[in-house]
T-cell receptor
Framework: SQTIHQWPATLVQPVGSPLSLECTVE??????LYWYRQAAGRGLQLLFY??????ISSEVPQNLSASRPQDRQFILSSKKLLLSDSGFYLC????????????FGPGTRLTVT | GENVEQHPSTLSVQEGDSAVIKCTYS??????FPWYKQELGKRPQLIID?????GEKKDQRIAVTLNKTAKHFSLHITETQPEDSAVYFC?????????????FGTGTKLQVIP
């Protein structure tokens, strides 16, 4: 069966510091991968998606970036965090063409102070 | 782009009663409509979904209906239980360049009162 991991689970970072969140998927190959952000008490905002290694598309222009160095690894980064970057970051995967269901990882709760 | 509206934002029901959450979407090309349940502090979990070639789908106490003409879909929970208390998100999905682009509603906080 497929499993999705995210780490760290929680993170407190000062404004202006860098960020690196990691997501890995097990039990499937060539998944579509997604990064979402959820502000407190709000809905889900798609940040990036990837259909393959090195293929990243951004939905929202901001100070975040994403990379996919391996088939089942997806990384979210920032060079300098802003207060507005605080939130619950969720990685998700889907099975590719014809497989519509998206499954979420456990999330990383980021607080920028 | 796609716009998904969800109502109500909060819903309180007595245990055993039914709960209905309604969503509308704007993109007629949307072909997949999932529903997620999110408990406090946890990840959203897919609870039921429906594709555009189906009008209704049921899984035990949960059912989803889709009206493509009117561009609206609904989640029905019967015989509600306290463990159904959570935030529920609807979503509409459209094929976009090799992947399914999902747009989420703003969520409904369901409270089931014992």
């Amino acid at each position: 069966s497929q499993t999705i991991h995210q780490w760290p689970a929680t993170l407190v970072q000062p404004v202006g510091s860098p960020l690196s969140l990691e997501c890995t998927v097990e039990g499937t190959s060539n998944p579509n991968l997604y990064w979402y952000r959820q502000a407190a008490g709000r809905g889900l905002q798609l940040l990036f998606y990837s259909v393959g290694i090195g293929q990243i598309s951004s939905e929202v222009p901001q100070n975040l970036s994403a990379s996919r160095p391996q088939d089942r690894q997806f990384i979210l980064s920032s060079k300098k965090l802003l207060l507005s970057d605080s939130g619950f970051y969720l990685c998700a995967w889907s099975g590719g063409t014809g497989r519509y269901e998206q499954y979420f990882g456990p999330g990383t709760r980021l607080t920028v102070t | 782009g796609e716009n998904v509206e969800q109502h109500p934002s909060t819903l309180s029901v007595q245990e055993g009663d039914s709960a209905v959450i309604k969503c509308t979407y704007s993109d007629s090309a949307s072909n997949y409509f999932p529903w997620y349940k999110q408990e406090l502090g946890k990840r959203p979990q897919l609870i039921i979904d429906i594709r555009s070639n189906v009008g209704e789908k049921k899984d035990q106490r949960i059912a989803v209906t889709l009206n493509k003409t009117a561009k609206h879909f609904s989640l029905h929970i019967t015989e509600t239980q306290p463990e159904d208390s959570a935030v529920y998100f609807c979503a509409a999905s459209v094929n976009s360049g090799g992947y399914q682009k999902v747009t989420f509603g703003t969520g409904t906080k369901l409270q089931v009162i014992p």
